[in-house]
């Protein structure tokens, strides 16, 4: 029996996703495991097979997707991912249908979404920023929580689907708000993972083992939901990135930027980009950012794990676009 929601005077039953990463792929379980119908797609479709094997319908492309799906998502890495899945004669736009909704949860450039809901717009459609703050842990809680930017009649019609990925859902503002929340939200995230790895190491190196220095921090004042679940990777990095280190980096340089358009002074922001980087040259890009610490120690002469097999490089061009590596 596949679970209903009120969409206007219908209802949702077929969704659909474009991009089904480690958290594209989650939510789309998760819109699966209440009911719906979900179409998908990903650029490296063997990912998808997992997915596939709990009811998901791959697509060819993004445009089948919309094609194909009353509500469309997308989650991907970036700007350049975003117009790659949205734009042209396969993309989202191509398929988007007169009154349909396309929630877009990327944490791209504002702009960049304007662009795109201005073309959706055109095509009778609509598209809404969402993008979301948590890990992969909230998520599989039920604990994300989204900002929504853009028509609030249309996010009023989704507002039910939202709840299903996430308790916590606001309406923002307009079409790019959430986008602006949600990066000056993620610019804290590397301030606070350093700040907390300068303190595991300076305890360390006095003598207390790190694991008692991780727990005492984590029950202090300083523990926020944010260091809870990743303050422990200090001892041992996930196998599989929650946000790694080019993606941070990424939201980061968008982060930057902004402040520059805006003339706000980021300080501790710009020195947590330039730690991003060491720790980028060090070979970590594609680990979980909590390998910020590993950089930090291997500067204070420690021994560090092994890196990736390859190095995210966010190229100078790339940076003033505000991508990443996928």
């Known amino acids: 029996m596949h679970k209903r929601l009120c969409y206007g005077e219908d209802t949702v039953r077929s969704v659909g996703f474009v991009g089904l990463g480690t958290m594209g792929g989650r939510i789309a379980r998760r819109l699966l495991s209440v009911?719906?119908?979900?179409?998908?797609?990903?650029?490296?479709?063997?990912?998808?097979?997992?997915?596939?094997?709990?009811?998901?319908?791959?697509?060819?492309?993004?445009?089948?997707?919309?094609?194909?799906?009353?509500?469309?998502?997308?989650?991907?890495?970036?700007?350049?991912?975003?117009?790659?899945?949205?734009?042209?004669?396969?993309?989202?736009?191509?398929?988007?249908?007169?009154?349909?909704v396309w929630v877009d949860m990327t944490t791209a450039g504002p702009e960049v979404s304007r662009e795109l809901a201005r073309r959706a717009s055109e095509r009778g459609g609509c598209l809404l920023d969402a993008p979301v703050s948590g890990s992969v842990t909230t998520l599989e809680q039920g604990q994300l929580s989204i900002m929504v930017g853009g028509d609030r009649a249309a996010f009023e019609r989704v507002e039910p689907l939202l709840r299903q990925i996430g308790r916590r859902v606001t309406h923002v503002g307009g079409n790019g708000d959430a986008?602006?929340?949600?990066?000056?939200?993620?610019?804290?995230?590397?301030?606070?993972?350093?700040?907390f790895s300068e303190g595991v190491l300076l305890a360390e190196r006095s003598g207390i083992r790190r694991e008692v220095a991780v727990r005492a921090m984590?029950?202090?004042?300083?523990?926020?939901?944010?260091?809870?679940?990743?303050?422990?990777?200090?001892?041992?990095?996930?196998?599989?990135?929650?946000?790694?280190?080019?993606?941070m980096q990424k939201d980061v340089l968008l982060a930057l930027e902004t402040g520059r358009k805006l003339d706000v002074p980021m300080p501790a922001t710009a020195l947590a980009n330039e730690m991003l980087t060491a720790t980028r040259g060090m070979?970590?890009?594609?680990?979980?950012?909590?390998?910020?610490?590993?950089?930090?120690?291997?500067?204070?002469?420690?021994?560090?794990?092994?890196?990736?097999?390859?190095?995210?490089?966010?190229?100078?061009?790339?940076?003033?676009?505000?991508?990443?590596?996928?």
């Open 35 to 100: 009911g719906h119908e979900v179409y998908g797609f990903n650029r490296t479709p063997e990912k998808a097979r997992p997915l596939v094997g709990e009811g998901l319908r791959l697509c060819g492309t993004p445009r089948a997707v919309a094609e194909r799906s009353e509500v469309v998502f997308s989650m991907v890495t970036g700007d350049e991912a975003l117009r790659s899945v949205g734009e042209g004669p396969d993309g989202i736009l191509a398929g988007l249908r007169p009154g349909q």
């Open 179 to 195: 986008l602006l929340l949600k990066i000056a939200i993620n610019l804290s995230l590397p301030v606070q993972m350093l700040a």
């Open 218 to 247: 984590l029950d202090s004042v300083i523990a926020s939901p944010m260091l809870g679940y990743r303050g422990p990777f200090v001892l041992e990095l996930p196998e599989e990135a929650w946000f790694d280190v080019s993606m």
């Open 283 to 326: 070979g970590f890009g594609r680990r979980d950012f909590a390998a910020i610490f590993h950089a930090l120690a291997a500067m204070a002469g420690e021994r560090r794990p092994e890196p990736d097999d390859g190095r995210a490089v966010v190229e100078p061009e790339a940076r003033a676009r505000g991508q990443g590596d996928p």
